[in-house]
Structure formats: structure tokens, C-alpha cells
């Protein structure tokens, strides 16, 4: 038996359509910059593309296992956080994936013994016990916190007893807060995935998620027009260099929103940061005059943007 007969490549031709969208959203985040762009000798072919993710998530316990901190590893978690997948998910389609390719490798029966499906399922399996059992770790670990939070509070246990409580649990928790720190989502990457993601943004399932952006994407549209000579833009989304000119706008937008804040004295530059903060600044009336401008360019046909027309005019002047 040769090397090409005893490989078999991972395929998403097993889900569903659905899940299968699921998937695409979380690998066009992955290999954004080899995909949809003008200069067609730099994108990979969709094929390609489904190939190496359908790799990354069934080998994604092992990953995880060998180097949790890598920084693929957070690229991987960041994408998927963003996309709205949670890790139940993705270990799911991981078991899947490693229990289709076993099947589809009878003849390495010859060369592995009869038991080399079930090796292999064992094998990929006992990663995915492994990852959960550190998951409900860390679960234990923030468990143990708040009880000897309110302990603390209720004065059930003594001063000595409680900070040696606190030191454990903070060495416990530090993966949590590793973790955590990863889900920072960038400006751009928000912006991008509203107007790129398949389906749009505005077409997303997650409703939470959906609010979010929307109204992240509409306080990105009032920072823009300082930025162009022309006092509006226009996205045709089906332009050949309709990526590039996404991301060309959303990191204009994000670099002004950036300096802005920095004005204030305030350093947010995550998305959900950034977006409490342009929340707060809202109702307190700070951004009318931007708000105020928008609207009037988008009022005599400035702006031209591909989500519908709820979608563009979210904010409100504040009296």
C-alpha cells in the first residue's frame, strides 16, 4: 500500500449545512489574509481552506495539549470566541472529525493491526477527557474562590485561613486569566467580520452578538468621516476589492477611535471596552456632533454601505 492510498484528509463534507457555516465563519477568520483579496495568486482556494481547518479543529485537543500558550493557539480561540463558538462545540467536531477519518482508514488495518480504528478513537478521545477534565479544573478553582469569598464575608473562617485560601486559588487561576486576556477582539476584526462574514453580520443567529456589533460598527462610521477627503465612502460588495477596502476602512476607523480615547486619558482598545465606553460617551451627549454629521451625509447620498438601511442609521442625537 502506498503513503497516498494510507492518507485520508479530514473533510467537512460530514456536517450538516449548518454546522458546516459554523465552521467557515471560524476559518475565514483564520486565513482572512489568504482569501477574497484582489491580487488572486495570494488566496487559497475554498477546498484548500476547508481541508487545513478541518486538520486544525481534529487535532485541536492534542494542540492544546502541547503547547496551551502558543500563539496559533490563541489566534485559533480568538477566531472562534468571535465567530460565537463556544469550546463544547469545537471539541465536538473534533471527536467527529477523528471518528470519520478513523473509519475511512480500514485498509491501514493492514499495516496497524484490526485494531487500528479503535486505537486511533481511543487515542483522540482520551485528549478530549484530558481537556475536559482541566476545563472543570479551572471551573473547581473559580468555585473555591467565591466560597471563600463569602466565607470571608460572613466571618465563618479566620484572616490566616483566607489568605492562604486567596494565594492557592490565584496560582489556580492563573490559565483562567491567561485565557481571559485572549478574548480581546480588535476593532477591525469586528468591523471585518460585520461586513464579511458568511452570512453578514446583520444575518447573524446570535442576537447578543449581533446588537454588539451593530451598534460597535455604527459608532466605527462616525470616527471615518474625519478621516476621508470625500467626507463619506462607499463599500460595493461586489467589487473585486471589496475585503481590502473593508479592512482598509474599519482600520482608518479604528486608529481615529484609538486616538480619540487616548485624548481622554483612556486606554480601551478591545471591542467590548471600546464599546462600553462609546456607550457611556453617547448618552452623555459627547458625540452628537459626529452623530449629527453622519446623518447628513448619509441623508443626501455620501455613504453608500451594503447592510440595510436599519443597520445605518442606529444612533440617536442625545438631548
Not at 484548500?48 to 492534542?62: G, K, M, N, S, W
Not at 473547581?140 to 485561613?161: D, H, I
Not at 462610521?221 to 462607499?234: E, P, Q, T
Request: contains cysteine.
Amino acid at each position: 500500500m502506498s503513503p497516498q492510498q494510507a492518507s485520508v484528509l479530514p473533510s467537512l463534507g460530514i456536517f450538516d449545512s449548518v454546522t458546516q457555516e459554523e465552521i467557515r465563519a471560524v476559518s475565514y477568520k483564520l486565513f482572512n489574509a489568504s482569501h477574497g483579496l484582489a491580487n488572486k495568486s495570494f488566496n487559497l482556494s475554498s477546498g484548500v481552506i476547508d481541508v487545513l481547518t478541518a486538520t486544525l479543529i481534529q487535532h485541536y485537543p492534542a494542540l492544546i495539549e502541547f503547547n496551551e500558550d502558543a500563539p496559533a493557539m490563541k489566534t485559533i480561540q480568538r477566531c472562534t470566541e468571535a465567530s460565537g463558538v463556544t469550546m463544547t462545540s469545537l471539541l465536538a467536531w473534533s471527536q467527529q472529525l477523528a471518528r470519520s477519518t478513523a473509519h475511512s482508514k480500514a485498509a491501514a488495518d493492514d499495516l496497524m493491526g484490526g485494531n487500528a480504528k479503535a486505537k486511533v478513537v481511543f487515542d483522540h478521545q482520551s485528549a478530549l477527557i484530558e481537556r475536559l477534565i482541566e476545563v472543570n479544573r479551572n471551573l473547581e478553582a473559580r468555585v473555591n474562590l467565591l466560597e471563600s469569598t463569602n466565607t470571608y464575608a460572613a466571618g465563618k473562617t479566620s484572616a490566616c485561613e483566607i489568605q492562604k485560601k486567596r494565594s492557592r486559588d490565584k496560582d489556580e487561576n492563573v490559565p483562567v486569566k491567561r485565557r481571559r486576556r485572549s478574548k480581546t477582539t480588535p476593532l477591525v476584526d469586528t468591523w471585518f467580520a460585520w461586513y464579511t462574514a458568511v452570512p453578514r453580520g446583520w444575518l447573524s443567529t446570535n442576537k447578543h452578538k449581533k446588537s454588539d456589533s451593530k451598534q460597535l460598527v455604527a459608532f466605527m462610521r462616525l470616527f471615518m468621516l474625519k478621516v476621508l477627503r470625500h467626507d463619506g465612502y462607499a463599500l460595493d460588495d461586489s467589487s473585486p476589492t471589496y475585503k481590502d477596502n473593508v479592512r482598509q476602512l474599519g482600520e482608518r476607523a479604528s486608529q481615529e477611535i484609538t486616538a480619540f480615547l487616548s485624548a481622554q486619558g483612556i486606554p480601551s482598545k478591545g471591542s467590548n471596552a471600546v464599546l462600553k465606553v462609546l456607550r457611556q460617551l453617547h448618552r452623555e451627549g459627547i458625540l452628537n456632533d459626529r452623530i449629527s454629521a453622519y446623518q447628513q451625509r448619509l441623508a443626501v447620498g455620501r455613504i453608500a454601505d451594503p447592510a440595510p438601511s436599519h443597520c445605518q442609521s442606529v444612533l440617536k442625537v442625545r438631548l
